[in-house]
């Protein structure tokens, strides 16, 4: 029988990590997915076969035509046309107040996800006093330094070593680096109801500031290129720091007047995004730690279901209300469009509701039903997502692919680039999978 002191010597049996939610993982794999798939990739098909399919109806003439005795082929072939001449247009960023696109999506879907693991990231700090510790503080600039110096890595011409170069603020893991630092410093020292109301007063802020002042002769109320306030303060205090800001030969900073995305007075609307997730975020870490509790399968699946609803409700209300602000016509009071180069109030709604209702979907589809299909392809995206952000914009896949694919050009034409681009995401698909089995993962 062992004695008091033999026993005191046992360790305790450690305390389970909580599951990770595939959801999560899952939604950021399929963001970067859209990043590879939908945005670079489409681009090189659109240079090579696309206008086949989305520009003229006689390839869809000839696949209709088997048909011909039960269909009208001319009037499928023009509806096949298009319909994948509107999939190519949302595999481009739409023009200034011209819509929303699927890919205008994928920026606020990523400040989304970095909201929305903010609960578990910080739930282990969370103890007591614990969340005013170093540990705490250090984890959290740590991530917003790495992600302003990858950042600048991937677009802000860090690499080159040329100071003249440097863009300081022009990157989407820049704009998470400022959502997270600040949706953080939220979670931490606001209660629930106040981070819904900082939420509701940074698109305020953004809007105000926008209707009522002026810069340089900018804002007013504009919501036009190069004359909104957001464009001139990023002009002015950014410089030739600026993306797209040139240095002339005479010292005098030029400005491509092409470039019309802005920066700092949009750090407020970002922050808004990354709430957002944070809400949603809120939502799955509660129901899944009221999960540990339950053993009942009818009792955790209506916890499960609660969660999901909502989630979806507030996605479906984002968007309405989004989509209804953006519709207010020029002139009249509340006039914001839905923006997505200045980040407006109504664009940040819109697009938020479109990311919780994605949330809820990913939610119900890999955590309520615990789905297989394609959760491999996603999971091994989703949580490496920095590594293959990374890789995507550092490394040139397709012309890697290239090195072992030419010969393929005379048999397949003009798809060449297409398939070179498709096979070097799928090797790079290959060695983040050989990451994920080992269980390793790049953390910021």
């Not at 507030?314 to 009071?333: D, H, R, S, T």
């Not at 994605?358 to 491999?376: E, P």
């Amino acid at each position: 029988m062992p004695t008091d002191s033999t026993a005191a010597r046992v360790p305790a049996t450690p305390t389970p990590k909580p599951a990770r939610l595939a959801s999560l993982d899952a939604l950021r794999g399929f963001d970067i997915f859209l990043l590879i798939f939908f945005d670079e990739i489409a681009g090189v098909f659109r240079g090579g076969p696309g206008p086949r399919f989305t520009d003229q109806t006689e390839l869809w003439e000839k696949f209709w035509s088997p048909l011909g005795a039960v269909v009208d082929v001319p009037a499928w072939a023009e509806k096949t046309r298009a319909f994948c001449a509107w999939l190519m247009s949302q595999t481009q960023h739409t023009g200034w107040n011209c819509g929303f696109s699927i890919l205008d999506e994928l920026m606020p879907l990523f400040l989304f996800m970095a909201g929305a693991a903010i609960p578990f990231a910080l739930a282990r700090y969370l103890t007591g006093e614990r969340k005013r510790t170093c540990a705490l503080w250090l984890r959290i600039l740590r991530r917003v330094v790495v992600l302003w110096i990858f950042g600048m890595c991937v677009q802000g011409n860090l690499l080159s070593l040329d100071s003249t170069r440097f863009k300081l603020y022009s990157n989407t893991l820049q704009s998470i680096a400022t959502g997270y630092f600040f949706s953080c410093l939220a979670y931490l020292y606001l209660p629930r109801v106040g981070r819904y109301a900082l939420f509701v007063a940074l698109l305020a802020a953004f809007w105000c500031v926008n209707q009522f002042c002026t810069f340089h002769g900018c804002g007013a109320g504009s919501y036009e290129p190069n004359t909104n306030i957001a464009y001139e303060i990023d002009r002015v205090v950014l410089g030739r720091f600026r993306d797209g800001a040139t240095l002339g030969e005479n010292g005098v900073v030029e400005f491509n007047p092409h470039y019309m995305y802005t920066w700092l007075l949009s750090s407020l609307t970002f922050v808004a995004t990354t709430l957002s997730g944070l809400f949603g975020g809120e939502l799955l870490y509660h129901a899944r730690e009221k999960l540990g509790t339950l053993d009942d399968r009818a009792a955790r699946r209506r916890v499960q279901f609660k969660a999901f609803s909502i989630i979806l409700f507030l996605g479906v209300l984002f968007i309405v209300a989004g989509k209804l602000w953006g519709a207010i016509p020029q002139g009249q009071p509340g006039y914001c469009p839905i923006v997505k180069y200045i980040w407006t109030p109504s664009m940040t709604l819109y697009s938020s509701g479109i990311s919780l209702t994605l949330l809820a979907v990913f939610y119900l589809i890999f955590d309520i039903w615990n789905t297989k299909i394609l959760r491999t392809f996603l999971l091994v995206w989703g949580t490496n997502a920095i590594a293959a952000y990374m890789l995507s914009h550092l490394v040139h896949y397709g012309e890697f692919a290239g090195w072992f694919l030419y010969g393929l050009e005379r048999f397949v034409g003009d798809w060449q680039d297409t398939i070179n681009h498709v096979a070097g995401a799928l090797l790079m698909w290959l060695f983040l999978w050989d990451y994920w089995r080992r269980g390793k993962f790049l953390r910021v």
